[in-house]
């Protein structure tokens, strides 16, 4: 049996994947997450064979979901499941530790079979990407250095603060003190060289690697 879990902020998504995935053969559907955070959480506790993960979530996008859980102890694949298929997000994931990536307006059987090859360890790339030039060159050079530099926390911190959370509500978010996460955002800006927070969100969203913030925050008030 190939138990999957589920990770989309849209709950008719995700039921629609899971009426799609328990009619196959040896497919079970053990759990469901709406956002980043809680799918580290449930991942780590429910430990499916399979993930099918969203790029574009609250909390933490789904490229830092495939970080954390790729550097733990638990084993499970991931497939990305997303409408954003280009070369800097598929590169990002793969990167990651992600073993398959599906676009959200590929074929139904298209995910079926990535369910199935994942869970055998295999790679599995959907019809418009199996063939990019850009995938030949995945072992190269990384212009997102600037990122890994960052602490699994830091990031957590950034991405939603991009998201437009003040620092009460980051703090809630990920259970930590207001002034740990004045210091965290204090530990970004020395590394890059910044001296504010706004110059601080608009370097992450020039630089395209936090993939839901459409707004910001500036000293605790939304942009």
Same mark, same amino acid.
């Given at each position: =049996?190939?138990?999957?879990? +589920? &990770?989309?902020?849209?709950?008719?998504?995700?039921?629609?994947?899971?009426?799609?995935?328990?009619?196959?053969?040896?497919?079970?559907?053990?759990?469901?997450?709406?956002?980043?955070?809680?799918?580290?959480?449930?991942?780590?506790?429910?430990?499916?064979?399979?993930?099918?993960?969203?790029?574009?979530?609250?909390?933490?996008?789904?490229?830092?979901?495939?970080?954390?859980?790729?550097?733990?102890?638990?084993?499970?694949?991931?497939?990305?499941?997303?409408?954003?298929?280009?070369?800097?997000? &598929?590169?990002?994931? +793969?990167?990651?530790?992600?073993?398959?990536?599906? +676009?959200?307006?590929?074929?139904?059987?298209?995910?079926?079979?990535? &369910?199935?090859?994942?869970?055998?360890?295999?790679?599995?790339?959907?019809?418009?990407?199996?063939?990019?030039?850009? +995938?030949?060159?995945?072992?190269?050079?990384?212009?997102?250095?600037?990122?890994?530099?960052?602490?699994?926390?830091?990031?957590?911190?950034?991405?939603?603060?991009?998201?437009?959370?003040?620092?009460?509500?980051?703090? *809630?978010?990920?259970?930590?003190?207001?002034?740990?996460?004045?210091?965290?955002?204090? *530990?970004? =800006?020395?590394?890059?060289?910044?001296?504010?927070?706004?110059?601080?969100?608009?370097?992450?969203?020039?630089?395209?690697?936090?993939?839901?913030?459409?707004?910001?925050? &500036? *000293?605790?008030?939304?942009?």
């Amino acid at each position: =049996m190939i138990t999957i879990m +589920l &990770v989309d902020d849209h709950p008719v998504i995700r039921r629609g994947l899971r009426a799609l995935l328990e009619v196959e053969s040896g497919f079970q559907v053990i759990g469901e997450a709406g956002d980043g955070l809680e799918a580290v959480s449930l991942a780590k506790s429910m430990h499916p064979n399979v993930l099918v993960l969203d790029l574009m979530m609250k909390g933490i996008n789904g490229i830092e979901v495939t970080r954390q859980l790729c550097r733990g102890s638990v084993s499970i694949g991931i497939i990305i499941f997303s409408v954003l298929g280009s070369e800097h997000y &598929v590169l990002e994931a +793969l990167r990651a530790g992600a073993q398959g990536y599906v +676009l959200k307006d590929a074929p139904s059987e298209e995910l079926i079979q990535a &369910v199935r090859q994942v869970a055998d360890g295999r790679r599995y790339l959907c019809a418009p990407l199996k063939d990019q030039p850009f +995938l030949q060159q995945q072992n190269g050079g990384d212009s997102k250095d600037w990122y890994r530099r960052l602490t699994t926390r830091e990031r957590e911190v950034l991405q939603l603060s991009v998201q437009g959370n003040t620092c009460a509500e980051v703090a *809630n978010q990920l259970s930590i003190s207001r002034r740990t996460v004045e210091a965290h955002r204090a *530990n970004m =800006m020395r590394k890059l060289g910044l001296s504010s927070l706004a110059g601080l969100y608009h370097y992450a969203l020039q630089h395209g690697t936090l993939l839901n913030g459409s707004e910001y925050s &500036v *000293n605790g008030e939304k942009r």
